[in-house]
Nanobody, 127 residues
């Protein structure tokens, strides 16, 4: 049973930083593209960032590019999202997700392409 568990969320003032982590059950990262999604109340779930399983291809949403950084460690089965210069509009529940793939240079943009999901961690940015 594959499990993903997010951590690192919390309350921060605008302009501050948070680092989210996603820990996966053993042995899945080498063969899974990973993504971070977020969902604010009353809004659709949106892709924030994605990374291929070799880390050779990375995607950022326009709204976070230049502020957020995604990285992964396939040995430790961890993926992180470093969030800097946070804005109130970043407030949401953040989810990590894994998409099974044999294409090392590929990331995925659609939620329906992901096979496993964490339960989410709340990020609240105050002004």
């Amino acid at each position: 049973q594959v499990q993903l568990v997010e951590s690192g969320g919390g309350l921060v003032q605008a302009g501050g930083s948070l680092r989210l982590s996603c820990a996966a059950s053993g042995g899945i990262f080498s063969g899974y593209a990973m993504g971070w999604f977020r969902q604010a109340p009353g809004k659709e779930r949106e892709l924030v960032s994605a990374i291929s399983w070799t880390s050779t291809s990375i995607y950022y949403a326009d709204s976070v590019r230049g502020r957020f950084t995604i990285s992964r460690d396939n040995v430790k089965n961890l993926v992180t999202l470093q969030m800097n210069s946070l804005k109130p509009e970043d407030t949401a529940v953040y989810f990590c997700a894994a998409a099974q793939t044999y294409l090392g240079n590929t990331y995925y943009l659609a939620a329906g392409e992901y096979d496993y999901w964490g339960q989410g961690t709340q990020v609240t940015v105050s002004s």
